[in-house]
Structures are given as C-alpha cells and as structure tokens.
C-alpha cells in the first residue's frame, strides 16, 4: 500500500484540524500507512520522534478543535537547500512520498520547490550512501498536494481558504459585544482585523455589523478622506444612530502607501468631533476558538480530495491545491496559484507606488 504523510505549516487557522482528521481517515479508509509530521517543516527537516504514524483514533474528538493538534512552526533551515536534503532522506526513510501540505502560499511555494528539486535531492542522497539506488527508484516520484489554511482568505484559485469563515465568526462576536456597550454610551469604535494584502475579512466584517466606513489595501481612500469619514460619522450620528463602527484592515494604506492606524483615525474623530472614541485591535482573537460548521465541512471535503488526489497522481501529473469553486472541491495547479497571489500583491504594491508618485507630481 501507499504511505502519506500530513503537516501543517505557517500560521495556523481554525479548520486545520478537521482537514488532518479527514486526511487521516481517508487514508486508513483507501489502505495508506498515514504519518503525521508535527511541527511543519521543522518536523520533517528534524526526523525521528516528529514522523510519526496516525491511527483513526489519534484523530478522534479533534474536529471541533481549533488550532491544529500536529503543530505549526516556522523553519528556516527548510528554505537552505541542506535543511531539504534533510527532509527528503527522513521521508525516504519513513518509506514516504506523498504529502499533504496544509499552509498559506509561504508554504505552498516551498513545498512546490521541494517537489522540483526531488530528483536531484534523491541523486545527491544516493551519491552520499544516505539512501540505496532501491529506495531512490521506489521513492523517484514525490507527490505533493496543498490545502489553503489561512484566515485571511487571500489565496488566488479557492474561493475560500480554510480559517476565514470561523475568523469571521469571531469578528462578529467581538463587534456584537462592543455594539451593545458602545451604543449605551454613545461611542465611536475603531476596530483592527487582520489581513495584510486582503481585505476579505474587514470588507466582509463592514457589512456584516453595519460599519460607518472600512479601509481595506485593495482600495486605498482618496485625499481628503479625513473630511469624507468625518462628515458620514457626523450625518449618521444626527439622524439618530447612537453609535459609530470603524473598520480597518491590518494592511490599510492611504494612496500614497502610509499605513491607517487606529490609533491616528481615533485621534482624528476624537479631536474633530468629540465622539468619545474606542480602539479594539482583535488580533489572535481572531485565529482562536473552535471552526465554524463551513470550516468543519471545508476541510474535511478538502481533505478528503486531497488523498484521492495523491492516489491518483501519476508521474507526469503537477502538484494541486484543492480549492473551492462555486460549491465544488476541484483540483487547481499549486504553482499557478501560488504565482497569481504573489503578483496581486506585488501589484498592490505597485500600484501604491504609482499613486503616491503621482500624488507628489501633482502637488
Ligand atoms: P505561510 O505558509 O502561512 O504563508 P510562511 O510564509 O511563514 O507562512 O511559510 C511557512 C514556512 O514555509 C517557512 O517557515 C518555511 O519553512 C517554508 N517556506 C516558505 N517560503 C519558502 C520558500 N520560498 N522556500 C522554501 N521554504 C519556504
């Protein structure tokens, strides 16, 4: 039978767990050998202990735990090429070559570059006495599939990424008690969520509570927007509404690429309006507590999809990432995505520095 192994990598989101659990049990279900590598990459780089084998029990009563119960970490010695080599002779010795790669694009990229580099990585193994030219020809084929655990939804391919839905959940509830409070005094709430090069969860947060305004790095306000919010916080206050919503993206900028900070919007209100003004930044608020049902459900049909996809790769096929199109899992290629989030962000950036340039031009 097949042997495949599972890690989760960067940061974490609610949902992961429930993807492992499907994985696992998919696996034991089709006859794989299933391994779990703890602590992402560092895991896999280090062998021994940090390669062990799942059962279906190990994964019992996990899929309302958020977080992920095999660890997450950041490693530098996976981005070396000696950090790899490492790891490719702890799968070879594990008798492993498919794996799950449960992460955002940083992991994604790497786990694309260590699929390409497989083949060289096994010749130098050979050529050092690491490994025998037997388990180089077994293992020749190394099979690679990504699922998307962010909370930040900001992958290009999938119409959700794993997190963001419960992360939303989280948001809500935040701004649900800072409602009740805010509007028995009358207050103005300037509030942080994450998402560096998205948006989603504070646009998606604004129409959820009712904001006054949001700012979000996909569309950075005009000149002049310190006048524009002031004077829609003033109108809606004098028509009767009691209290006043801000939102902000953790990666806000104006146009010409400075970072919005809550605590200089709160200043701006507090001083030209008087509002007795609040600041909540969420944080890992936002990362924690228990996956939403979507979650749940995302992850263990994704998860799912993954392991038919490694049962079905052949040599020629290219490593996927298994998204979410409309209502459907399908099977996306993983450098293609990978590529297309880089450059929305890098065009963002770009598109930052024309503005501010153009700005001074003008001025
Ligand atoms: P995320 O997966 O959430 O985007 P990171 O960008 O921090 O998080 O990546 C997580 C880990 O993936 C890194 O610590 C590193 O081990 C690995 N990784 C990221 N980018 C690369 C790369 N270009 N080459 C090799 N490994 C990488």
């Not at 949902?15 to 050998?33: D, H, S």
């Not at 400075?258 to 608020?285: E, F, N, Q, S």
Request: charged letters at 25%.
């Amino acid at each position: 039978g097949h042997s495949l192994a599972v890690f989760t990598s960067g940061g974490d989101a609610q949902g992961m767990n429930p993807a492992v659990r499907a994985i696992v049990r998919m696996g034991i279900y089709l006859g794989c050998k299933v391994y779990f590598i703890h602590e992402g990459y560092q895991g896999l780089v280090d062998g021994g202990n940090s390669i062990r084998q799942a059962t279906w029990a190990s994964v019992s009563g996990i899929l309302d735990d958020g977080g992920t119960i095999i660890g997450s970490a950041r490693c530098k010695e996976f981005r070396e090429r000696p950090g790899r080599l490492r790891a490719a002779k702890n799968l070879i010795d594990h008798g492993i070559n498919n794996i799950v790669c449960i992460g955002g694009d940083g992991s994604l990229t790497g786990a694309n570059l260590f699929r390409k580099e497989w083949e060289n990585l096994l010749a130098e193994l050979v050529d050092t006495k690491q490994v025998t030219s037997e388990n180089a020809e077994k293992y020749k084929n190394l099979n690679i599939v990504g699922l998307v655990g962010s909370i930040d939804n900001d992958f290009c391919g999938t119409d959700m990424t794993i997190g963001a839905d419960s992360a939303l959940h989280r948001v809500m509830e935040a701004i649900d008690c800072i409602t009740t409070t805010a509007s028995s005094h009358q207050r103005c709430f300037v509030l942080e969520v994450m998402g560096r090069h998205c948006g989603y969860l504070a646009l998606v947060t604004a129409l959820s509570a009712d904001a006054d305004w949001v700012f979000i790095p996909e569309s950075p306000p005009e000149p002049g927007w310190e006048d524009q919010l002031c004077k829609k916080l003033k109108n809606t206050r004098e028509m009767g509404q009691r209290l006043n919503i801000v939102v902000i993206a953790e990666g806000a900028t104006d146009s010409e690429g400075r970072p919005i900070k809550c605590d200089d919007v709160r200043a701006l209100i507090a001083t030209r309006l008087k509002y007795d003004t609040r600041v909540t930044i969420l944080g890992h608020v936002q990362r924690g507590g228990c996956p939403s049902a979507f979650d749940r459900v995302l992850g263990t049909r994704m998860g799912t999809e993954a392991v038919l996809a490694l049962m079905e790769a052949t040599p020629t096929s290219q490593p996927v990432v298994i998204a979410l199109s409309g209502n459907q899992t399908v099977r996306v290629p993983l450098m293609h995505c990978v590529e297309k989030t880089t450059a929305v962000a890098q065009a963002m950036a770009d598109k930052r520095f024309k503005e501010a340039q153009d700005l001074r031009g003008r001025s």
